[in-house]
Structure formats: C-alpha cells, structure tokens
Nanobody
Framework: QVQLVESGGGLVKAGGSLRLSCAASGSIFSIYDMGWYRQAPGKQRELVAVSISGGSTNHADSVKGRFTISRDNAKNIVYLQMNSLKPEDTAVYYC????????????????WGQGTLVTVSS
C-alpha cells in the first residue's frame, strides 16, 4: 500500500557531505511524519532525525549542527543533508514514515524503506 524508496547513499571521506532522499508513494491519504533512522554493524537502530507535519523537526544530539532534515510535502519526499561526516556515521540509513491510507480506518500505518548504505572513510 505504501512504499518508501531511498537514494543518495555511498562512500565519502570524513568531512564530506551526502544528501539522502526518500520518496513515499502508494495509497497515501496523509503523512504524519517522515524521518531517518540508522543502524551501524552490531548496534541497534537509532533515530537520526524526524520531520513532523506542521513543520517541527527533531535531530539526534549526535548529528545536531551537522545533519538537517527537510521535507517536500507536495512531493512526499524527505531529505537528509549530512555535512561534516564522521566515520562513526557509517551505517545503513532507513527512511520511516507514519501515514494514513486512502479508504482505511486503521489509523496510522508505519512504513520503512529498504535502507541505503552510508560509508564514511577516515
């Protein structure tokens, strides 16, 4: 019903920048929030940043001042601009969204993307 497709991952040197994109598609009636999580090898998945309908955003302390989340509501796309990347930012980055589906009375549906790998070399 809902698909999230990420793009923009890759290999970058420490201090470099990348921009991730995530496009939501399907039978979407509305989107409550869209965000980014990451999971490094051997670690739990953690929230990186989230953009909530109405315009508010939250960023994890570890990325504040370096990463910026933004959203194009007309296109259902969320971006993550990542600057001053560090080796410890290396992880698979997952897009996440809470949406309501056309014709459904089940409340918010949580959707995940397939993940995109970000590797930061020292």
């Amino acid at each position: 019903q809902v698909q999230l497709v990420e793009s923009g991952g890759g290999l970058v040197k420490a201090g470099g920048s990348l921009r991730l994109s995530c496009a939501a598609s399907g039978s979407i009636f509305s989107i409550y929030d869209m965000g980014w999580y990451r999971q490094a090898p051997g670690k739990q998945r953690e929230l990186v940043a989230v953009s909530i309908s109405g315009g508010s955003t939250n960023h994890a302390d570890s990325v504040k001042g370096r990463f910026t989340i933004s959203r194009d509501n007309a296109k259902n796309i969320v971006y993550l601009q990542m600057n001053s990347l560090k080796p410890e930012d290396t992880a698979v980055y997952y897009c996440n969204a809470h949406v309501t589906v056309v014709g459904s009375i089940d409340g918010y549906l949580e959707a995940w993307g397939q993940g995109t790998l970000v590797t930061v070399s020292s």
